[in-house]
């Protein structure tokens, strides 16, 4: 497994020393305005207090106008917004506020230089530095007794797909443009590979894998106990395909469960259906992680082995519970600040299904595709981390200085 981020550091009430972050790239003052409107950006990222450096700043009373500006705007915004919720029922008030992190769109530009074949590279240097240890594991990743092209350009091109959103006759000619002198698969070798030949069991490993390296990143240059939340929900995802059983057509869905990391965005287990019980999801979760379930997960056998491996589990359970000692427990642990977060998570499930949406593949294949598709998420999700960490400077004052 990967080195996991030291809990110890993660907790904040046992930090000795103080982290200062200063974004290296300096902005001029007309792109540093969206981090002036502070009551639109995320609590729940890191980090949450950094320094910017400026340059091309325009004279004093400037400075003092445009800020004037957007205080007088966000207070505007907020009375009128507070002024609609209002006049709605409760049942459809807004759960929490939307915010954006002005980060991401330093991060989006930098991820948006990046061309089919510098992913592949990236995948392909991945892949590398996991195979062998996934292989041991797991076995080898496609199933086939003999083959002339490599296993790793084989997922390699696969995942890509799920990556950037192609289809199966456009990553030929992606391999063509950086293996030029290799021979490459063609697209309907690929399709079969994806569709007959993957060895699942690798694919998970891979999906855990993929979200420890990502919280591992995020937690070393951080050093957040954020990266401890973590969150299990389901989800239905439309189909292409119609249903005429009854008198009325209807379209199709697939239920899908996932585990995922709240900060990182990353997925770490996914599951076709919607389960009662997703004690196979916690197991899977490092020691001392915190998981946010909804009502639907009330469930004995998810909190025996949340208790079993420390880990703290909120999930709102009645207070009429008689049978059930892990659910007892559950209920006393159970914080609703900390539920409220739940919410953050949501997002993960449009950033792995929006671009497939609705979906054209048949149901056999949907556990294989539901895979390639997070893993395609947390590849995505990897480089945007190291992209994130790459734009910051990081000064560390000790407690005792």
């Not at 240890?133 to 890509?160: E, H, N, W, Y």
């Not at 293996?179 to 590979?193: D, G, N, Q, R, W």
């Not at 009662?276 to 469930?299: E, Q, R, Y």
């Not at 056998?301 to 909120?314: G, L, P, Q, S, T």
Request: aromatic content about 10%.
């Amino acid at each position: 497994m990967p080195a996991q981020p030291n809990i110890e550091i993660c907790r904040t009430e046992n930090k000795k020393f103080r982290q200062i972050f200063i974004l290296k790239e300096p902005l001029e003052f007309r792109r540093a305005i969206p981090f002036l409107a502070v009551n639109s950006h995320p609590n729940f990222t890191d980090p949450g207090e950094y320094i910017i450096l400026l340059k091309d700043v325009p004279s004093e009373e400037k400075v003092i106008r445009i800020m004037s500006d957007i205080a007088l705007a966000e207070t505007i915004r907020e009375i009128l917004k507070a002024d609609k919720e209002a006049r709605k029922p409760d049942k459809k008030r807004a759960y929490r506020q939307k915010t954006r992190d002005p980060i991401n769109r330093l991060v989006d530009r930098e991820y948006e230089k990046l061309d089919d074949k510098d992913l592949l590279s990236l995948i392909i240097a991945l892949l590398t530095s996991l195979y062998s240890f996934l292989t041991s594991i797991s076995g080898k990743p496609v199933a086939v007794k003999r083959t002339r092209f490599d296993p790793i350009q084989i997922i390699a091109l696969i995942i890509l797909k799920f990556v950037c959103n192609k289809g199966y006759r456009k990553l030929p000619k992606i391999a063509r443009k950086l293996e030029a002198s290799k021979e490459v698969p063609c697209k309907s070798y690929l399709h079969k590979i994806a569709t007959q030949k993957l060895n699942l069991a690798w694919l998970a490993c891979l999906l855990v894998f993929l979200d420890d390296i990502a919280g591992y990143i995020w937690a070393e240059f951080f050093a957040s106990e954020k990266v401890l939340y973590f969150f299990i929900d389901g989800t239905k995802v439309s189909r292409s395909q119609y249903d005429y059983s009854d008198n009325k057509a209807k379209k199709k869905t697939m239920c899908v469960t996932m585990s995922v990391r709240l900060v990182t965005g990353t997925v770490r287990t996914v599951e076709i259906g919607w389960p009662k019980n997703v004690a196979a999801h916690i197991a899977t979760l490092p020691s001392g992680s915190i998981v946010l379930m909804d009502k639907h997960f009330d469930c004995e056998d998810n909190f025996e082995v949340a208790y079993r491996r420390r880990i703290e589990v909120h999930c709102p359970v009645p207070d009429y519970v008689r049978l059930g000692t892990m659910r007892r427990w559950a209920r006393e642990i159970f914080s609703r600040a900390k539920y409220r977060l739940r919410k953050v998570g949501e997002k993960v499930f449009r950033f792995v299904f929006r671009q497939l949406e609705p979906l054209n593949w048949h149901e056999s294949n949907d556990v294989a595709y539901s895979l390639l598709a997070s893993i395609g998420n947390n590849v995505k999700r990897l480089i945007k981390i190291s992209i994130r960490v790459k734009l910051f400077a990081k000064l560390v004052l000790g407690g005792d200085q």
